[in-house]
Every structure is written in C-alpha cells, then in structure tokens.
C-alpha cells in the first residue's frame, strides 16, 4: 500500500510541475502575443502601413476617438475577414475598415 501511495504522490507531483511549465509558457506567449500587438497600434509605425494598405480600426464605443489598429493586411479578403471578426467580437464598439484613406466599410449605422 505504502508504494502506491509513494507512487501516486510522485505522479500528481509531476502532474503539478507540469502544468505549471505550460502556465509560465502560456504567460510568455501572451506577453509576446500583447506586445507585438501593442507595436502594431503604435502610431510611429508608418512603415509597416505604407506595406499593408488595408487597415481594420477600432473606436471607442460609437466616437471617433481611436482606440487602437486591430488589422493591418495586404489582402482585401483577409482584411475584410478581420473586419468581419472584429465586428462578432465587439459589438458595441465602431470598426472602420480602410483602404489606404478609402472607408471600405464602418460599422457605424
């Protein structure tokens, strides 16, 4: 009895430091995750726009107060998806997609 219990108790152990490795690299991923995105929304990255003509922006609510740059594509399809997506996951918020300084659609009524 005494081993399985020994043997049990090395297992959960394991299971333990397991599950906290995949916590710290979860948490690294969505640290590098939220910078990268933070670095996109910047407004010193004229660069990489000129590239990417289509945009997806976010509003605060219903305003005309920018809140950040969700997308930055070269592809219509895949911005428009974005577009699409972001419409789904923030509802109550205004989304504009552009192209180059052309509104191709704002979410606006």
């Not at 090395?10 to 990268?36: Q, T, V, Y």
């Not at 107060?65 to 969700?70: G, I, M, N, S």
């Given at each position: ?41 910047n407004p010193n990255a004229p660069d990489v726009a000129k590239e ?58």
């Open positions: 009895m005494e081993d399985g219990d020994r043997h049990t108790l090395g297992l959960l152990l394991e299971l333990r430091a397991l599950a906290k490795e995949a916590a710290d690299i979860s948490d690294h991923l969505a640290s590098r995750f939220h910078d990268l995105l933070r670095s996109v929304s990417l003509p289509f945009q997806v922006r976010q509003f605060v609510g219903q305003s005309d107060e920018l809140l950040r740059t969700l997308s930055l594509n070269g592809n219509i399809e895949i911005a428009r998806a974005a577009f699409d997506i972001a419409r789904k996951i923030y509802p109550n918020d205004r989304l504009v997609l552009l192209w180059g300084s052309w509104v191709v659609e704002d979410s606006r009524p």
